[in-house]
């Protein structure tokens, strides 16, 4: 990996670097990406894309609800007290 171009990294997560003979390495702990340049793009455009889907806010239709969560389990031998 010493002839790679490091394109970007990032601390204690991974990093993206090209060989000479052109493809990107994608590197992270438990993953390893191998893409040519073309694939990279339609790669970066896909998360580029699901990064948007899941930064937007949800919208909720109404008022919103509210739930009662208890730190008691529920159990036939452990009656709720009322």
Excluded: W, Y
């Amino acid at each position: 990996m010493e002839d790679h171009t490091i394109l970007a990294t990032e601390e204690n997560f991974g990093a993206v670097s090209v060989c000479p003979g052109g493809i990107v390495h994608i590197n992270l702990a438990h993953l390893t990406l191998k893409l040519l340049p073309a694939d990279f793009e339609k790669f970066s455009d896909l998360v580029a894309k699901a990064k948007l889907n899941f930064a937007r806010p949800k919208r909720t239709e109404g008022k919103p609800h509210l739930q009662v969560v208890t730190s008691e389990p529920e159990s036939d031998d452990n009656p709720r007290k009322t």
